[in-house]
């Protein structure tokens, strides 16, 4: 890699959230203070939410490493789960093993232990990150948690953390007792054009620059034109672009650099790339004559296992996810993989695939990735299984009438999952179970 040409000791712009290379902002600031103000009131009820990758999860895990020993915290990052698998993930947290518990029984050894943890001095914190993805149902149990209390106080504090659609579901007039009852309520705004300097420098100086300037003064406001602030952007391009330089044999990043670096994502710019979206929202797409009948159909992946194909996935624009219970469009019964394993974006433009913090993640020609923008004829490894990206933009024409639902997974036939071994199979090479 590029450390010893930049004298660096650790990479500089990874993606994993390490609290070590938190840059707080201003808004970053405001956040974490939010999320400390649970801890400092009895009734501690916090919302945040912002954008993929505006640094959610990396303020969650510098919150958790500065609290005190007096609080006990349940932390749930797999959101797609019935209300029963809510409850029992919470309990798992806490130290018990509830899976044959019905739902009563939940309940009642949850309360117990609240009870007996506020007895003790204790403060109990739940933490949902994703929480963009829980259902309706599961946000009901959030809110009677939320109401657990003695006399005095709340038995348990919560903070939800996740993406803008969070707040539509909470917006709804059904969810009006769950957001009275929240205390503080904040978006995540990406990071100013003035900030980007000081989260670079920032990052750099963790990772053991003394002080040198590896990115030239003029490539600021290109970062900023690209990225827009948003700090998982910022990671990749940066990371890119250190990358180009080494190919280069060059212990700098200057504007032609830079450049190459953008070329080699394929990235428009972030103004553009917003408006992209916009479009894409507001207007869809229709079939055009003598084409195919369904044209918002981008891309497809195809589900094989050991060689064999089980099923297509037709992708539209949306996300879908991946993983192992029903919830999840692209279901594996497989204990390799995560409750919600990872996560398909669609757009006009590109798909791309996400993990989504799972145990065993996705390897792309032999190496895990965090994230890959998609190409045709891309092999993505889940473990035992593969899902082939097939892009078909270019079968398709663009108008202003058609339906943008999310991806449909389509069957290519019937397959005996006997034949296959993938229920409740865990292949030889993969760990032997996924305690998630």
């Known amino acids: 890699m590029y450390l010893e040409l930049f004298k660096l000791t650790q990479l500089p712009f990874r993606l994993s959230p390490d609290p070590e290379f938190l840059y707080l902002s201003k808004n970053h600031s405001r956040a974490k203070a939010y999320m400390e103000s649970t801890i400092w009131f009895t009734d501690g009820f916090v919302i945040i939410t912002g954008e993929i990758g505006a640094g959610k999860t990396t303020l969650i895990e510098t919150f958790l490493r500065e609290l005190n020993s007096d609080v006990v915290v349940a932390q749930i990052n797999q959101t797609i789960l019935s209300p029963v698998e809510f ?54 149990e959030v809110r009677l948690l939320s109401g657990l209390e003695t006399t005095k106080d709340k038995v348990m504090r919560i903070i939800l953390a996740g993406q803008p659609e969070l707040n539509d579901k909470l917006d709804r007039p059904e969810m009006a007792q769950l957001t009275q009852r929240v205390r503080l309520r904040f978006h995540l705004t990406p990071l100013s054009n003035e900030d980007i300097k000081n989260y670079i420098t920032h990052r750099l100086e963790v990772a053991g620059a003394n002080g040198r300037e590896i990115f030239t003064p003029d490539t600021y406001d290109v970062i900023y034109q690209y990225t827009g602030g948003v700090p998982r952007l910022i990671n990749t391009l940066c990371d890119t672009a250190m990358m180009s330089a080494f190919a280069e044999d060059k212990d700098s990043i200057d504007l032609d ?180």
């Open 257 to 436: 650099t830079l450049k190459t670096a953008i070329e080699e994502l394929r990235w428009p710019d972030y103004q553009t790339r917003l408006a992209r979206t916009a479009a894409q929202q507001n207007s869809p797409i229709t079939p055009t004559r003598n084409k195919t009948t369904n044209p918002t159909i981008f891309a497809a992946v195809t589900l094989s296992y050991k060689g064999k194909k089980a099923a297509e996935y037709n992708l539209k624009s949306g996300r879908i996810t991946i993983g192992r219970t029903k919830e999840n469009q692209i279901q594996i019964d497989n204990n390799f993989i995560s409750q919600a394993h990872a996560q398909i974006i669609t757009t006009r433009e590109m798909c791309s695939i996400e993990d989504l913090n799972s145990t065993n993640g996705l390897t792309f020609q032999g190496k895990r990735i965090k994230r890959r923008i998609l190409n045709n004829g891309d092999v993505i490894h889940i473990g035992a299984h593969e899902l082939t990206y097939t892009d078909k933009r270019t079968e398709y024409e663009e108008s202003d009438d058609s339906n943008t639902d999310a991806a449909i997974p389509v069957l290519l036939e019937t397959v005996e999952l006997e034949t296959l071994e993938i229920e409740n199979s865990v292949s030889d090479t993969e760990p032997p179970t996924n305690h998630e």
């Open 87 to 140: 409850l029992q993930s919470i309990l798992v947290q806490f130290g018990f093993q509830p899976y044959q518990m019905k739902k009563v029984e939940l309940m009642s050894t949850l309360c117990n232990f609240l009870i007996e943890q506020y007895s003790a001095g204790k403060r109990v914190l739940l933490i949902i990150d994703e929480a963009q993805n829980l259902s309706l149902k599961v946000l009901e």
